[in-house]
């Protein structure tokens, strides 16, 4: 695919799992990859912070065999390389990751996502060529043990207008809170927990579509 095609697909997405394979209830980052795919999801991100590169290059190309049979976009966080080499749609870059003006000369087709915490963040993001930009973290989260500082469905409000390109939020949000953040103007959703430890994590997937399409109109 076409960066313009898979920015494309982006746009149509909703909820985005994002995986961490501690934190899923015994099961493996495969049997979380299926079951999102079988809830629906149009994307998914495989996110492991603590695993041997070459590992994690053999599970990315296994997610990526498994995410082209249902035309889902795959992301690998923080790897460019890995991304790259699996033939993966995307990689998304921390702060402290490769700068997103470096990344975009060496894939110029893949779709970079950048994280931001605040507004001067978000916007040279963006001039740095990302094609979206996540707000985050928006509530405590068991994957952001350092933090001690969240930024609250506000920031949403007040980094979102100043974008012109596609926005994620994450951090902390589930069931409970995800409406603050849809009626803060957010449409697309990266979970970790909330699908993660699901006792039914396709059931979940389809439940939080349904939440985030009935903001679709507002």
Known sequence: MTREERIKLLKKTD?????CEALSEGRTNLEVLEAVLAGGAGIVQLREKHIEKKKLYELALEFKKRTGKKNALLIINDHLDIALAAGADGVHL??????VIAARKIAPDLIIGASSHNKKEAIRAE??????????PVYP??????????LGPDAIR???????IPFTTMGGINIE???????????HIAMVTCI?????????VRELKRIISSYSSI
């Open 94 to 99: 921390g702060q402290e990751d490769l700068p």
């Open 141 to 150: 989260t068991k994957t952001k043990d350092k933090l001690s500082i969240f």
């Open 15 to 19: 909820i985005y799992p994002v995986t």
């Open 127 to 136: 001039d740095a060529g990302a094609d979206y930009i996540n707000i985050g």
């Open 196 to 204: 993660t430890r699901a006792p039914d994590i396709s059931e979940r």
């Open 158 to 164: 007040n980094i979102a207008p100043l974008l012109k």
């Open 177 to 187: 809170n995800i409406h603050e953040v849809l009626e803060a103007g957010a449409r």
